[in-house]
Each structure stands twice: as C-alpha cells, then as structure tokens.
C-alpha cells in the first residue's frame, strides 16, 4: 500500500524527515529512491535521492518496519525552484522489481 503525504521544502534549509514504513524490511537490501518532478508525466527529474549514494539513510527492525530518512542539504533546497508545487515518489527496489511506498506532492517556500 502507498502512504500519500504531501511535504513542505524551505528552501537555503536542509531537509531531512523519516518516514517509517510498517510491515516491511526495505533496509537490508533494497535500493530507495526518491524523485522531484515537476508533475506525474514529466520525464525530468528536478532532484534525485538514493540508498546507494547516501542520499538517503535507512534504518529498520526486523520485518515489522523500515525507517527511511532522505536528506537535503541547504545548498540543494536553495537550488531547487522557489514557490514550486511538484509531485514525488519514494520506491524500494530489490532485483529489477520496485514497489512505490510514498507519494505526494512538494511545494518550495522561501528561506525564512
């Protein structure tokens, strides 16, 4: 089941929620990817996290859930589109097969 929640992303702030998925063990060994895009349809990505490249930390118990925390640093908040509504979509992967586990839409706000 995909959970939808909707984020807010201040932009010049770093970013680093955890979002913690119930019932799965995503940590051991798959990849999570999450992506920024302008809209559903778009093939561009505006911004692109990864497991792999420490883009995002995962963290678990067993197989009652999985702890998934991306982060954004200041620098990239900044270099994102500012006043911005986009979509994204968190996706655990293990040998070819991805399972999208989060989605919702984004929206940039100015530094405070």
Avoid: C
Wanted: charged share 15%; no cysteine.
């Amino acid at each position: 089941m995909t959970v939808a929640l909707d984020i807010i992303i201040e932009s010049g702030s770093t970013w680093n929620p955890s979002y913690r998925i119930t019932g799965v063990n995503y940590y051991s060994s798959h990849t999570v990817t999450m992506n920024f895009k302008r809209d559903h349809s778009s093939s561009t990505v505006l911004k692109s996290l990864s497991s792999a490249t420490l883009g995002i930390a995962l963290s678990g118990s067993g197989s009652s859930h999985t702890d998934i925390a991306p982060i954004l640093t200041a620098t990239e908040t900044a270099a994102l589109p500012r006043d911005f509504r986009g979509v994204y979509t968190i996706e655990a992967t293990l040998g070819g097969t991805s399972t999208r586990v989060q989605e919702g839409s984004f929206l940039t706000t100015p530094e405070a």
